[in-house]
């Protein structure tokens, strides 16, 4: 992948994540039964497959109630600065150790310091952060969902109708179960490990292994997207491909539960437009060059595989 291809977003890197999350750990949670509504035989069983597009930053604030960070730094129309992502750190889900580090990332976002995160590092996202790597596809089958995400081939598995082991091995994309309430698959994840870029989002927000993630997927017309592709303008995520009256979109909500970062829990969504393009490959570490004059640290093996 040439180097002019490293998409836009390696120069918004500027804005996130320089240092891991210093917030106190805990032990991946011990996680009992989830509820779910049993088999899906006879079930209606929404059709969620395609290819989806969203841009970056990605997650679409809320109207009101606890909700994602936005960009404190805008621009003269009122939107975010894409090129600057100051985070909002005085958002009141932020405890005060997390409020700091979200501080510290918006510092350097002002001066235009090069951050690296998992994206740009080519270290496995971890979800949330893994939503905003595009473009994704769902693979519906009777017993699991996969997500695909484009960015450097990630890949998810979520098992349906199933329960959470008990007791969860941290692992980047966490343990995944989820199961259809009519018109919507929902995913509960926990036991996300974090590693030495991990952000939750793209302003450096810290999270935990005590972080629990419910995401709810469904298709909504074009008036139920045009608020989230509202919401998004407001951010300056400009929507992608060309949304009309008659089509149909892919919403998620996801609320994020972490007592050892947020002081409650807080969701947002995203809304997605089919992606009528191939899939292209984006292979991260073809291009280890993520920001003038720096290397990517490409995840290395301490002892061979073989």
Known sequence: MHLQRRDFFLAVTA?????????AQTAAPTAGPVAHSGTQASAFIPDLSGIWNHSIPGF????????????????????GNILKLVGDYNNPILKP???????????????????????NQCWPSGVPFIFTERPTELLQTPNKVTILYGHD???RQVRLNANHPAKVTPSWYGDSVGHYEGDTLVVD???VKVGPYSV???????????????????????????DGFDRDAKEHNPVQGDPNEAGKYLQLEFTIDDANVFTTP??????????????????????????????ADVPRAAKPDF
Request: proline share 5%; charged share 20%.
């Open 15 to 23: 804005a996130v994540a320089a240092a891991a999350p210093v917030c």
């Open 60 to 79: 679409e604030p809320l109207a009101s109630g606890p909700t994602a960070l936005i960009n404190q730094q805008r621009r003269a129309n009122g939107t």
């Open 189 to 191: 994840t926990v036991g």
């Open 266 to 295: 807080w969701t947002a969504t995203m809304t997605f437009v089919r992606d009528r393009a191939p899939w292209e490959e984006m292979v991260c570490a073809e291009n280890i060059q993520w920001y003038a004059g720096k290397n």
């Open 153 to 155: 081939h990630q890949v």
């Open 200 to 226: 939750l989002d793209w302003y450096g927000t810290p999270y935990t292994e005590a972080t629990h993630i419910i995401e709810r997927y469904r298709m909504v017309d074009y008036a139920a997207a045009k």
């Open 97 to 119: 150790a997390a409020a700091e580090i979200v501080k510290k990332h918006a510092e350097l976002g002002l001066k235009g310091i090069g951050d690296p995160n998992t994206r």
